[in-house]
């Protein structure tokens, strides 16, 4: 896995995008795709939004995570705390993802490298995923959306 | 939040009856305009503490009180075993045990002025800050246990500071009843190269000056001259304590219903004091209060340090420590008769008033200091606590000043750089690794410091002792 070249998730699916809302003191990240995992790939960018602007994380190591939840949204945020954990103790910063999701299991590969405070200029550090304006869900038009406030 | 909707009781004491699944009421302590700002999630907050099993008197909100998750940030709440009551890991929050310490230098202001720059340089070089910094003491498993179970007491024997600080930091800087055994591998590992750092986001080291005196003879007992400078450091426990509170967090939302506890929110996740896990997460939670006051105390003794060497003969003798995010058992007045309660307190300050015997014997006469961080840009202030908040919110208060505007909004509204060199024109130096984080802590995305002391002080649960100015702040 380590060795895969990281994917381009914007070109694979043309649902796929991720933003910030506002919370009073912290950050709302959304992920938004064609698929559970998709819409989580793209959460985790906005993850890594809330620290840095993404496009400036160049995908030099490769990161294995597992985790696993009782239901979708649960999982979102166990994915969300397991990238959070990986940053914190590899001192890194991720800016590509690739997520598969079967039941309640979730393995993925994030793609990043070690932080570099005078390049990619880190505005918080992001304590942990609350369930607060937790959702995962599916659209009408079919797209997957997956919201989580984050403590920063 | 509009005040018609709620039950005025004075200028700053407004009630929202209890009714419904609400066990208790809810008591709001702020002036007409800052009850106005509120978002109204803070009351629906509120009102969900208030329907927990087991909380007495009331679900209390402070005048800084402002959207959390779960609890608002800026909420009070006490709970009793005897009557199924719960401890929450969300009512603490993720940074157990944030807090304020705030250190004399017996400087006078234009003494530090001359050397302002080189002092900003040198606490920036010295104090790691931001995103990534690491600390210069590696923890190993023996050593950390050592850490939770010992806090700034351990930290003083690892030469940070001497005995004399741990009267002046609550429970004498170490909180009894730390269980390490209770702490995850995964939270000793995310703290292992993170002892003395200040973090990111709101958490900074600012020199500041005694602007204003309020009340002379607290002052004086305080050690607060008019003119002189003093040092704050705003920290918690770090990726320890974050680790602990994602971990419980999500045991207690599993767990809930086993205690047949119905959730209203997912963030509110508790557990009963008397069950294994509620257990389990007061161990924890101890270990990251120990290890908040030792990591406050590392960088107090790096401070100290970076002084020496600028001004010789400055000892940095330190007023107190008060942390926020914490679950404490205290002994208060309910119903008539003194009772054992379980008191969270998420972004609110612990504030006992004169003659607590918790309280060292120095400042027993006066009250416990009070902390209020404010911005960058704007004042902090010193405040006591007060007899009769005992009964208005288990002798607690503010803590500062209280974002009123989204990290996402600031970003839009402000750049860094700017920030910074509107800060450098009023004469306060700001060091920090991230223009980015200074825009999103710009001074205007908080609420006016001022008022919500102001509110502190006219709804009697603390009085205004000092007023703080910056003049160098390190942000993370």
Known sequence: MPSQNPPDVRSSDPAARWEHFPHDADIGIRGVGGSPAAAFEQGALALTAAITDPQCVEPREAVAVHCEARDLELLFVEWLNALVFEMATRGMIFGRFAVAIAGTRLDATAWGEPIDVARHQPAAEVKGATYTALRVAQGADGTWVADCVVDV | MDPSTLDQVGPYEWHIPASGAMRVPGIIY???????????KVREQVVNVACLPGIITASYAMPDAHWGYGFPIGGVAA????????VSAGGVGFDISCGVRCMLTGLARPAV???????????????????????????????????????????????????????????QGRMAGAKPEFVSDHAKKRQRQEMGTLGSGNHYLEVQEIAQIFDKTTAKSFGLERGEVVVSIHCGSRGLGH???????????????????????????????????????????????????????????LTRKVFATLFPGAGLPLLFDVSHNTCKVERHQVEGRPQEVYIHRKGATRAFGPGHPDLPPALRPAGQPVLIGGTMGTASYVLVGVPENEARGFSSACHGAGRQMSRHQARKLWHGRQVVDALAA???????????????????????????????????????????????CIKG
């Open chain 2, 243 to 301: 680790q602990i509170g994602t971990e419980f967090l999500r045991d207690m939302v599993i767990s809930a219903a086993d205690y047949g506890i119905t959730l209203i929110d997912r963030e509110l996740a508790c557990a009963p004091i008397r069950s294994t896990i509620g257990e389990r997460y007061l161990g924890a939670m101890r270990a990251a209060i120990n290890c908040a006051l030792a990591n406050r105390q590392i960088i107090g003794g």
């Open chain 2, 79 to 86: 709970f009793t075993p005897d009557k199924g009551g719960v």
């Open chain 2, 426 to 472: 009023r004469g306060i130096i700001v060091r920090s690794p991230s223009f980015r984080g200074v825009a999103e802590e710009a001074p205007d995305a908080y609420k006016d410091v001022t008022a919500v002391v102001d509110a502190a002080e006219g709804a009697g649960i603390a009085r205004k002792v000092a007023r703080l100015e910056p003049i160098v």
């Open chain 2, 30 to 40: 702020a002036d007409r305009a800052l009850i106005s700002d509120m978002d109204e």
């Open chain 2, 113 to 171: 002025e001359a050397r302002k720059a080189d002092l900003a340089d040198a606490l920036f070089a010295e104090i790691p800050a931001g995103l990534g910094s690491r600390g210069r003491i590696l923890l190993d498993s023996e050593t950390m246990d050592e850490m939770l179970a010992g806090g700034a007491a351990w930290a003083a024997a690892q030469g940070y500071g001497s005995a004399a600080d741990l009267e002046r930091i609550e429970e």
